[in-house]
């Protein structure tokens, strides 16, 4: 079992920053990986950024690549993302996941464990 808890979410302007962070518990953080998801209002739930259980290799969605950077510090079982140059656009509830796997994944299903959800939002 993995218990997970976002935070760091808000209304920002638009052009400016927030930090995410994830805090794990439960199995050894460092054995999965992670990832960010978000679900805008009448849309559905998409992938954001995940990163292996190492941090060596993240993968980010075409939308947030070069804007959004995904990392993990394993010593304090916690996931970041960091969201520059945000967007009316990024306006969503971010939710962090725990993979099932140690390698990174772009898919919900690969995820078995979803914390509730911090709300971003950004005005124009």
């Known amino acids: 079992q993995v218990h997970v808890v976002e935070s760091g979410g808000g209304l920002v302007q638009a052009g400016g920053s927030l930090r995410l962070s994830c805090a794990a518990s439960?199995?050894?953080?460092?054995?999965?990986?992670m990832g960010w998801f978000r679900q805008a209002p009448g849309k559905e739930r998409e992938f954001v950024a995940t990163?292996?259980?190492?941090?060596?290799?993240?993968q980010y969605s075409s939308s947030v690549k070069g804007r959004f950077t995904i990392s993990r510090d394993n010593a304090k079982n916690t996931m970041y993302l960091q969201m520059n140059a945000l967007k009316p656009e990024d306006t969503a509830v971010y939710y962090c996941?725990?993979?099932?796997?140690?390698?990174?994944?772009?898919?919900?299903?690969?995820?078995?464990?979803w914390g509730q959800g911090t709300q971003v939002t950004v005005s124009s």
């Open positions: 996941a725990a993979g099932r796997y140690p390698g990174w994944s772009t898919a919900e299903n690969d995820y078995d464990y």
């Open positions: 439960g199995r050894t953080f460092s054995s999965y990986a």
């Open positions: 990163i292996s259980w190492s941090g060596d290799v993240t």
